[in-house]
């Protein structure tokens, strides 16, 4: 199997710190693939499980590891795929891909902390934002994966086609629907410093309980989504609509008047999370269109906020 550009550096050395220092990239791909950062961190696992099950002999005779590593990897998340939709389909209300927050907001990465294992940060990127891993969720695993292996990867077709177990040309058609899907959904792009002015104004609209003040902020078809996979209370059911969205968080801050909204980083765009007792209770990501929030994400399962936790 070929290495990929800028993936490979000739025959690698097939020592402990080389195999190691794949383990950043695979951890990037197991999430995009899988929208947990959990789930990619055992699907890595696995596949360094698989690699040193080996004999010393079956890992000389591999000419590239890390082509190797990343070709596991995949074929355990593609696999994983499968089961997770059997697994979604029983899920407790609606599935939201886990949220990553940025660096800057990483517990692990305080001021003087030296103890960040730069091979478990995922790389922040518009493939990480939540709208695109909404729109994933959308796709057939192997169209997910040849997706992400050529698109964000820049993975040939002919090794794709190793992994998903098609032709290449096959795989070609699948990252072209992939593609589809994703420029039909994506809104006309907002600069960031735009959004984080937005998702401010909301955040003051919503600390005042001010309903006219969030039906101006929010477009008229947006939706909100909350998941909090039978762990903690969420609405079971998306929320529609502009004045209706803006009542339901308004009844969050009479419900909770201790909580506390910080902004954050949340999947590489501006987003907020909800504090209680100093306790991350909520994480929100935004997509914004124009100067309107056209959908929210309310991740509450608590499963899903361990690198928020504050401990």
Not at 277 to 296: C, L, Q
């Amino acid at each position: 199997m070929n290495t990929p550009a800028g993936t490979g550096h000739g025959r690698p050395d097939p020592s402990l710190s080389a195999i190691m220092s794949e383990r950043r990239r695979l951890i990037n791909l197991a999430y995009r693939l899988l929208g947990s950062l959990a789930e990619a961190e055992d699907a890595v696992q696995e596949t360094y499980a698989r690699w040193y099950g080996l004999t010393p002999q079956q890992q000389d005779a591999i000419e590239s590891p890390g082509a190797w590593l990343t070709t596991v990897a995949s074929r355990i998340c593609l696999n994983l795929l499968g089961s997770a939709r059997a697994r979604r389909e029983r899920y407790v209300g609606q599935w939201i891909p886990e949220p990553l927050p940025g660096y800057a907001e990483r517990i692990d990465e305080r001021p003087g902390d030296t103890t960040i294992d730069p091979a478990d940060r995922v790389t922040l990127d518009e493939s990480i934002n939540m709208a695109f891993l909404v729109v994933l969720e959308s796709m057939t695993p192997a169209e997910r994966v040849a997706f992400i292996l050529h698109d964000v990867f820049r993975y040939p077709f002919a090794d794709i086609a190793e992994i998903v177990g098609r032709t290449p040309a096959a795989c070609r058609q699948l990252a072209t629907s992939a593609r589809r899907r994703i420029r039909a959904s994506q809104p006309s792009a907002t600069p960031t410093t735009q959004q984080a002015g937005i998702v401010r104004d909301f955040k003051q609209a919503w600390e005042a309980k001010d309903i006219e003040a969030l039906v101006g902020l929010l477009d008229p078809g947006v939706t909100a989504i909350g998941d909090g996979g039978g762990r903690a209370a969420a609405h079971l059911h998306p929320i529609e609509g502009g004045e209706q969205v803006a009542r339901a968080y308004v009844d969050i801050a009479h419900a909770a008047p201790g909580l506390t909204i910080l902004e954050r980083t949340v999947n590489g765009l501006p987003g907020l999370v909800a504090q209680q007792d100093g306790v991350t209770v909520t994480v929100y990501a935004f997509e914004v269109a124009g100067d309107r929030i056209k959908r929210i994400w309310a991740v509450r399962n608590p499963d899903k906020l361990r690198p928020w936790t504050t401990g």
